[in-house]
């Protein structure tokens, strides 16, 4: 790889960084290429992305940005799940860690805070937007339906 390359592949994870609400560091030693397209694509589906990137070359783009705290985290075959917001890429790596013994998350970051694995699998448990929702109005519509229930039983028995 150029330097020309080199140095516009860290501006890149740089800016990403940058951007993203999440960023989790995941080992993936000797997954099959099947495996890791899936990944992908389940990454993609849950609205996130992954990166495979050289550890020195992750380690300088993280320099200057809210994430510097995962230099620790990359040593050995590492990979990034990030994402624009705060479930997405814990959703994705977490089913996979689950479903091969070869994917391991070891940590990452939330808005630039350094979070551990059991804090990634409360993120990754958590409902999606929509689902939020309609627990919401499940929520707000409960006391008008037990009002309803109780006043229509009250006139039934007022009968």
Do not use: C, W
């Not at 592949?9 to 740089?14: A, E, G, H, K």
């Not at 990403?16 to 000797?30: C, E, M, Q």
């Not at 589906?45 to 200057?64: E, P, T």
């Amino acid at each position: 790889m150029k330097r020309e390359e080199k140095q516009q592949l860290i501006s890149d994870l740089s800016n990403v960084f940058k951007k993203a609400k999440l960023v989790v560091v995941v080992h993936n030693n000797g997954l099959t290429m099947e495996q890791t397209t899936a990944l992908r694509k389940n990454v993609r589906a849950d609205g996130a992305s992954y990166k495979v990137a050289k550890n020195r070359l992750a380690k300088l783009a993280l320099a200057g940005t809210p994430y510097e705290s995962l230099k620790d985290l990359l040593t050995g075959p590492t990979a990034i799940a990030y994402s624009e917001d705060e479930i997405a890429a814990s959703k994705a790596v977490v089913k996979m860690a689950k479903e091969s013994d070869k994917f391991k998350v070891i940590g990452g970051a939330m808005n630039g805070e350094a979070i551990d694995v059991a804090r990634i699998q409360q993120l990754a448990s958590l409902p999606d937007l929509d689902g939020l929702r309609a627990q919401l109005i499940g929520l707000l519509q409960a006391p008008a339906g037990q009002l309803a229930r109780l006043a229509k039983a009250y006139s039934e028995k007022a009968e």
